[in-house]
């Protein structure tokens, strides 16, 4: 069964501070790997989508890796702002039109 | 732009009460689903429908019924509300359903059984 992981659970920086976001799943026959960003009261907003082909995907400030073969992927956030603050979603998709989430990283970027 | 609407936001019942959640998406997709987000654990699909007449089940169908009777709409179905049903639901829709495509979500309902 497919397990997503998100680390860390919650995460406090100073505006401007680059960060990283970890996500690690436990099954690597995936067809991709999504990155979505939730505010609160809302729902859910894709961020940024990797096939399971490439290594990476870059939106504005946003960078997004994936390991396959080590269960990986990161959400790089370059020069962090208050408007940044929110909770972020990882999820795979690994068959039919299933996803399977993590559990979330709830961001806060103090100003 | 609507996109996704849910109705209610909120809710409160008390156990065995049923109730529908509402699911409307007005791009025409083809593909509609609902997840339920608990603490802790990351959205889990409840069911999903890839068109009209067309319905199957996720990871967490236990207490849930659905149909889809038009492309529009996808209502959620609590036929004896419990107090493990008590979460935020989320209607969640794409064009086809295809492994790359996005998905477009609504607002969420907050759901609470007594």
């Known amino acids: 069964k497919q397990e997503v992981t998100q680390i860390p659970a919650a995460l406090s920086v100073p505006e401007g501070e680059n960060l990283v976001l970890n996500c690690s799943f436990t099954?690597?026959?995936?067809?991709?790997l999504q990155w979505f960003r939730q505010d609160p009261g809302k729902g859910l907003t894709s961020l940024l989508l990797?096939?399971?082909?490439?290594r990476e995907q870059t939106s504005g400030r946003l960078n997004a890796s994936l390991d396959k073969s080590s269960g990986r992927s990161t959400l790089y956030i370059a020069a962090s702002q208050p408007g940044d603050s929110a909770t972020y979603l990882c999820?795979?998709?690994?068959?039919?039109?299933?996803?399977?989430f993590g559990a979330g990283t709830i961001l806060r970027v103090k100003s | 732009n609507a996109g996704v609407t849910q109705t209610p936001k909120f809710q409160v019942l008390k156990t065995g009460q049923s109730m529908t959640l509402q699911c409307a998406q007005d791009?025409?997709?083809?593909?509609m689903s609902w997840y339920r987000q608990d603490p802790g654990m990351g959205l889990r699909l409840i069911h999903y429908?890839?068109?009209?007449?067309?319905?199957d089940q996720g990871e967490v169908p236990n207490g849930y019924n659905v149909s889809r009777s038009t492309t529009e709409d996808f209502p959620l179905r609590l036929l004896s509300a419990a107090p493990s049903q008590t979460s935020v639901y989320f209607c969640?829709?794409?064009?086809?359903?295809?492994?790359?495509?996005?998905?477009?979500f609504g607002s969420g309902t907050q759901l609470s059984v007594l």
């Open positions: 969640a829709s794409s064009y086809s359903g295809g492994a790359n495509e996005k998905l477009f």
């Open positions: 099954d690597s026959a995936i067809y991709n």
């Open positions: 990797i096939q399971s082909s490439q």
């Open positions: 999820a795979v998709r690994r068959d039919g039109n299933k996803l399977v």
């Open positions: 791009m025409n997709h083809e593909y």
């Open positions: 429908s890839v068109g009209a007449g067309i319905t």
